[in-house]
């Protein structure tokens, strides 16, 4: 905008207004007037519209680049005060009466009343009859207000107010307004709840307290006082508490819940957030226990530039349950030591430990805020470094195994210490060829493991030392490729025998595979769209001689699961301690169908077979030698015609039995925001056969059309939906796991009731059910039953989302 030609006064006012009232102007001055001030307010920022006023030239607007939420401080104090109305009077430099439709504007800040009386000496203005200021964007209402247009300082009486960022209602006897940022509410109510046009209200629910004070600029609300009422229930009474006026990480109560099961009694949860600073927060969450007592749970999380963290712990003293106290913790931990070392990397350290305090801890809390429910916790503590093809790493790993005695486990070996030091280098230039990728690893261990038994605890272990060296190439292009690859296993152990007696044993297996497959292509066209159809034959040959290792330790090998990317690997067991003689060719093929818009898979067939060339004598402890020849057949399939739809499908068909061993047959639909339904058939031919269903479904689209996606709010208020999964036995005929239940978004908060069953054991289940109410902008989320349904419902989507800050502009004046 160009500058004016002489300054604009902060006040523009006619000879005549000031010895007496002004004429009413007429209403197409009125407009001219204010469309004049607008221009003024713009001539601190950058301006939405500019004008371009030369001689000879018609006057043009130019848009501008954006309008900005606010402005420097120095340029702040440097705008004019704009005012017009009905009627002025006063003196310039000195108090000044307007009278009717009066409207102050300065930037951010617009004052609408009745009578405004403005000292121009001290900034203080004095606005009565129907007042309403405008902050940007946070508006007030009354019948008088008192405030320093300059400073923000002031009072309000009787208003009734709406915030921006979060569109929080309230009304009050006085607000004070302390500065620009912040201001106190007394004998004040706070809802986020919408405020229908008329005197009474009555949100679903809010805080009333003796004060309120809000900070906009740190987005956070202290209640002294206060009291949260749930549709004129109250439900919670604090001297002093907090809560976030954004979705900024702030200090406040999080969603209470109320569950109900069948060990627990009634569990009462009231979790309280602290964000301690921008980068550590904590949150405490005691729960009550009407059968069992008091469980005080929280988690702490911290990050630095060097190093992040989580420690969450649970500590239930004297649980009526078992007659004892019930702990748990688990902290994770990784730090950068030293920064580069050696012209390498930096020396990392990762820890993760994990720890209760009985075996019956994961039945016993199975909703747990550790998540320690598992059966089987690993600790571990590692360091590395790494620089080019060099690499170490050392650590120490154990496992704490939660004994049932009607379903006993053996645990794995714990590894203390585990050492190993790499080297892997590719495009090297070995035998006339360059693109060799050369790798050798080595490792030295210490296994141990104690075993509770009749006789008592006995105590396994021993050490092994290997070294892995492998060599390998691919010659490829886009039609086909060849992929060589010779690999040398050679073991060291020092062990006690079954007999106790000290033993040492070594071995050394080499193998040596050729991966190869070639790709075709052809255009190709069904109903009437163009596809891109591939064949992708593959061909998999590997070679183990058999080396006896029948007087081996097992430490770390198992049987690898059967599917299409294990056919299609060297050895038929992980870890180290059993190395396969396979001697095997696999066959499989693919064929897909491809978009030629957006190169997505529209459709993936695939089936594969491998042939054993001599039998497969290397076996775990207590197996069998394979002596089939042909292995069972893998097929699978995968379609997905519309972005809708998608179904998954792995078949293993034993071509001697004529007979399926294992099938899995799913599907998912996803027509839209908060709609998913997943279905899932598995059977383990005599072993399992199980379905799986899982849901997200607004209710409204039950009987007709739900309504559209609102951002940040889900598909808006009054809005029902069904959630949950669903795991059930067919042998059995039997629920084996279940969670569900109904979300209500009624807008302002969230309702949740939540059933679930959790198979412990054969024989026993824990049944539960599971209360919650989520006050939007006022508590955040972190409830026992909102984590049950994200850990357990495929695609969960949470009703409430982030989204942009709202501008000013929106509510504006």
């Known amino acids: ?27 197409l001055a009125r407009a001219v007037q204010g469309a004049i001030a607008v221009l003024a307010l713009g001539a601190g920022a950058v301006p939405v519209w500019a004008q371009d006023a030369d001689a000879g ?15 420097p401080p120095e340029t702040r104090k440097q705008l004019p005060t704009f005012v017009w109305g009905e009627r002025m009077e006063g003196k310039t430099d000195d108090l000044t009466v307007i009278e009717g439709e009066v409207e102050l504007r300065r930037h951010d800040t617009v004052i609408r009343a009745d009578r405004v009386e403005f000292d121009q000496r001290t900034n203080e203005a004095l606005a009565t009859g129907h007042v309403l200021i405008n902050r940007s964007g946070d508006r007030f209402e009354g019948p008088e207000l008192q405030m320093n247009v300059e400073t923000y300082k002031g009072h309000f009486s009787e208003p009734t107010y709406r915030l921006l960022k979060n569109q929080a209602n309230g009304d009050a006897s006085r607000i004070d307004f302390l500065s620009r940022d912040k201001m106190v509410v007394h004998d004040g109510r706070y809802s986020t709840c919408e405020r229908p046009p008329g005197s009474t209200w009555m949100p679903d629910w809010l805080v009333r307290a003796t004060t309120i004070d809000l900070d906009t600029e740190e987005d956070v609300g202290t209640a002294k006082g206060g009291v949260l009422e749930f549709k004129g229930v109250p439900i919670l009474a604090a001297p002093y508490f907090t809560f976030p006026l954004s979705d900024k990480r702030k200090s406040g109560v999080l969603p209470p819940s109320m569950a109900i099961d069948n060990q627990s009694g009634v569990q009462l949860t009231a979790p309280y957030y602290l964000n301690l600073a921008p980068n550590m927060d904590a949150t405490l969450v005691p729960s009550l226990m009407t059968k069992r007592g008091v469980d005080l749970a929280g988690e702490f999380r911290y990050l630095q530039p060097s190093y992040t963290g989580r420690l969450r712990a649970a500590f239930m003293p004297s649980d009526r349950l078992r007659d004892d106290d019930r702990w748990a913790y688990s902290l994770q931990h990784n730090q950068r030591l030293t920064d580069n070392v050696g012209g390498g990397g930096p020396i990392g350290l990762r820890v993760n430990l994990n720890r209760v305090g009985d075996d019956n801890y994961w039945r016993d809390f199975p909703r747990s805020i550790t998540s320690l429910t598992s059966r089987l916790l690993p600790s571990e503590v590692v360091a590395g470094w790494s620089s080019g093809p060099w690499s170490i790493g050392g650590g120490a790993y154990r496992w704490q195994a939660l004994q049932d005695t009607s379903a006993p486990f053996t645990p794995p070996f714990d590894r203390l210490p585990s050492v190993g030091l790499s080297y892997q280098k590719t495009d090297q230039t070995l035998l006339g060829s360059s693109d060799w990728d050369v790798a050798v690893r080595t490792n030295f261990t210490r296994f141990q493991r104690s075993v509770l038994s009749t006789a008592g605890e006995l105590k396994s272990g021993g050490d092994r030392s290997l070294a892995v060296a492998e060599l390998t190439r691919r010659w490829q292009s886009p039609g086909w490729f060849v992929q060589p690859r010779a690999r040398l296993h050679a073991t060291q152990y020092q062990f006690d025998n079954t007999a106790g007696v000290p033993t040492s044993a070594s071995r050394a297996v080499p193998t040596v595979s050729v991966d190869s497959g070639l790709v075709f292509e052809r255009p190709a066209a069904y109903f009437g769209r163009q596809y891109t159809q591939t064949l992708e034959p593959r061909a998999f040959f590997t070679w183990t001689p058999y080396r006896d290792q029948t007087g081996l330790p097992n430490f770390d090998s198992g049987a690898r699961d059967f599917n299409l990317a294990t056919m299609f690997a060297e050895n038929a067991y992980n870890g180290h301690d059993r190395i396969s ?162 979300e209500y978004d009624a807008g302002c908060w969230l309702g949740r009731v939540v059933v679930s069953r959790l198979q412990q054991s054969t024989t026993a289940a824990n049944q539960s059910i599971l209360f919650q109410l989520e006050f939007s902008g006022f508590s955040r989320v972190g409830a026992s039953s909102l984590q049950t349904l994200q850990g357990n419902v495929p695609k969960y989507q949470y009703l409430r989302e982030e989204i942009a800050p709202p501008s000013r502009f929106q509510q504006y004046d």
């Open 1 to 27: 905008m160009k500058p004016a030609s002489r300054p604009i006064p902060a006040f523009s006012r006619s000879a005549r207004a000031a010895s007496g009232a002004c004429p009413e102007p007429t209403r």
């Open 57 to 71: 030239e018609s006057i043009r607007l130019k848009p501008g680049a954006l309008l900005q939420e606010t402005l």
């Open 581 to 742: 003689d396979t001697r095997a060719v696999t066959l499989g093929v693919n064929s897909r169908l491809l978009d030629v818009d957006n190169g997505a898979e529209v459709i993936r067939l695939g089936i594969a077979q491998r042939l054993l060339l001599e039998d497969q004598n290397v076996t775990l402890p207590g197996g069998t030698p394979v002596t089939e020849r042909l292995s069972d057949m893998l097929l699978a399939a995968r379609v997905q015609w519309d972005p809708l739809w998608s179904f998954d499908t792995t078949l293993q068909y034993n071509p001697k039995s004529r007979e399926s061993v294992r099938t899995t047959v799913g599907g998912r639909y996803t027509p839209g925001p908060f709609r998913v339904l997943s279905a899932a058939y598995r059977i383990q031919r005599g072993t399992s056969e199980q379905i799986d269903l899982g849901w997200q479904w607004p209710l409204a689209a039950l009987w007709g059309n739900a309504p559209a996606r609102v951002p940040g709010r889900a598909l808006g208020p009054g809005q029902w939906y069904s959630v949950g999964r669903l795991n059930y036995s067919m042998p059995d005929r039997k629920i084996i796991d279940l969670v569900a239940g109904f």
